[in-house]
Every structure is written in C-alpha cells, then in structure tokens.
C-alpha cells in the first residue's frame, strides 16, 4: 500500500516547486515585489476559505505553466494529474490575442471545474488588491477600472461552489471600485 501523501508536505513541495519555477520575476505593480508572493497569497486565500487540496496546490503551481518554461507534464509528473488538471483549467493560451483570452475567461467561467473556479476566484481577489494596492506604473486610472470591471464579469461565472469565497470577491471588489472612485475624486 502507497502512503497517501501528508497534504502539509505537498503544500510545502508545491510553494518551492513555484518558488523555483518564478525565481527572478517580479509583479507588474510599483512595489515590484517578487512574484511568487502572488500564487503564495492565491493558495493562502483557497486554504483559508476552505477549498480543497488540489485547488491549493494548483493555487501555488497556477501560473507555471502560463508564465515560465514548466510544462504540462511536468505538473503531471510532479504533482499528479487532478492538480494539473485544475492548472490546465486556470491558464491562458498566450498565443491567442489579449482581447480574445478576456473573452474566453468570461464565457468559460460557468464551465470550469468547482477547483477551478476557486482557484480563478482566488487568483481574482489577488489581483484586485494589487490594482488597488500596487497598480503597474503604465496602468492608468482607465485601465484599472476596465480591469476591475472585466475581474466582476469573470467572477459572476464562477459563483456558486464556495460561498465564503464570494463573499470576500465582493469585499475586494468593492474596495477596489471605491479606491478607485476616490482616485477618480482627487483627480476630478
């Protein structure tokens, strides 16, 4: 008999896998803070609303495959394929225009898997507080808002699976729209 895997291990395994896979990347906000936080605080918000393992897991591992040379079957082969499922499900085809995959996030949203929602909720909520908190430099207050705007529409489609998830997407949401009516305020 294979000993199941100790969940605190895999989580720990994962972040390091992560942690390797985006050394020297940096988040597109003015703090520049290193990326790996981002999917470390993705993960952080699945584990404390509750989401299941493979969601966690995917939560750290999410970006990988989108944003550095780790493919598919590495996931695969490393972390099993219910957790590179969840990832496959999360990522953006890069090859396809920016409009476009915004588009499919939308439309795709309602079809995902209950880990896959989470996880897209999750990674939704981590960027609402960078636009709020870190936005890019070359982001103006126009394109912060479309962001936001764009991360509702999303999230609408993922809804439903986990109800303290939802709530805090709202808490975000709303902070981020009123940060950005106040910014609005002081420019106007």
Known sequence: MIPKPDPAAEILRATLFAARAHAGQVRKGAAAEPYVNHVIEVAAILADHGAPQEAILAGLLHDTVEDTEVTHEELVAAFGAAVAAVVAEATDDKALPKETRKALQVSLAP??????????????????????????????????????????????????????????????????????????????
């Open 111 to 188: 079809k995902k898997s209950e880990a896959a929602k989470q996880l897209k909720l999750a990674d939704k909520i981590s960027n609402l507080r960078a636009i709020a908190e870190s936005p890019p430099a070359n982001w103006n207050h126009a394109r912060r808002t479309e962001y936001v705007g764009w991360a509702g529409r999303v999230a609408a489609g993922l809804a439903g699976v986990n109800p303290a998830l939802d709530a805090l997407f709202a808490e975000t949401y709303r902070m981020a729209v009123a940060r950005l009516a106040e910014e609005a305020g002081r420019e106007g």
